[in-house]
């Protein structure tokens, strides 16, 4: 799940937005009331959205930034004497006041971004280290031995085995190791 985390300075600018956002379908993580609060729950989520004012009271938006992961996206919310400071190839920044529609729409075509970077993420082929692709050859080997087949049927013997028992390859292929 792709989670939005709301951080202004002021608890009932964040509820409002989390609540504005909720009933517009969007699902809200958490409202935060400074930056060390929202940067509590980017260990917990694989890619979010951040929305928050220019400044925080223990921080401005750019630190914010510099602690977000790579997966996460950030729209700042900003007076219009602030909104000309945002530095916008890494951030959406919208001006306030702010037009609900517009704050809506934006969350959405941030989070439909978010979706298709996920998307071409997880459609890349798992890459293995050397030690990893070593233990996965090693797998195929002994499986070419003890059963009598070709290498491509021990790789799918292997991807099979890891697809049906809900580990990954490396795994099946430790397991293999172990048991012949």
Known sequence: MIGVIVAFPNLEEAKAIKSLLMRNGIQVIAACTSGSQAITFFGD???????????????????????????FEML???SQNHYGDCDRSRVVCL????????????????????????????SRPKTYSAEERAVIESAKERLMDQKRI??????????KS???????????????????
Not at 53 to 66: F, N
Not at 95 to 122: A, F
Request: aromatic letters at 4%; one cysteine or more; a negative charge.
């Open 76 to 78: 700042v919310v900003a």
């Open 162 to 180: 890891s697809m049906d028992s809900g580990v990954n390859m490396v795994e099946m292929a430790q397991m293999v190791l172990e048991i012949f």
């Open 45 to 71: 989520l694989d890619e979010a959205l951040v929305i928050c004012g220019y400044k925080l009271p223990d921080m401005l938006h750019t630190e914010l930034l510099e602690n977000m992961p790579d997966e």
């Open 95 to 122: 001006p306030m006041p702010i037009k609900v529609q517009e704050l809506i729409d934006t969350t959405n075509i941030l989070l439909h971004g978010l979706y298709q970077k996920r998307k071409k993420r997880r």
């Open 150 to 159: 070709s290498e491509e049927e021990a790789h799918r013997y292997l991807q």
